[in-house]
């Protein structure tokens, strides 16, 4: 339902800026968008599959979530755009990685003392 909801408003969004101004659809902004919507429409699918699970409670779900996507970003960065990252953000990555261990392992424990 979002994701119908946002490409209605898009389309709308378009057809009202072209009525009101030219407007040059360009071929590789299209085949951007589908690049990003489709693994975002994914990613939303597969969480929401995961918080149907008893695997995991939901605030570890989107801890881990939260922090694989921030760890995600900086790797795209550090490789598609030669970002260069200071030590300070290299500690933080770090620390991200040791708070998803963590969660996952605390998540795990709790399971099997109540399990």
Not at 16 to 25: E, F
Request: with cysteine; charged share 10%; net charge positive.
């Amino acid at each position: 339902m979002v994701f119908g909801s946002a490409a209605c408003c898009g389309t709308l969004f378009i057809l009202l800026k072209s009525i009101k101004a030219h407007l040059k659809l360009n071929i590789k902004n299209i085949i951007g968008g589908i690049c990003l919507g489709v693994p975002n429409y994914f990613s939303i699918y597969f969480l929401m599959k995961a918080l149907d699970s008893d695997t995991l409670n939901s605030a570890s779900l989107f801890t881990i979530n939260n922090v694989a996507v921030v760890m995600l970003s900086t790797l795209l960065g550090i490789l598609l755009f030669k970002e260069r990252i200071s030590i300070k953000n290299w500690i933080g990555i770090g620390l991200a990685v040791v708070s998803i261990i963590l969660v996952a392992l605390g998540t795990k424990i709790q399971n099997l003392l109540i399990g």
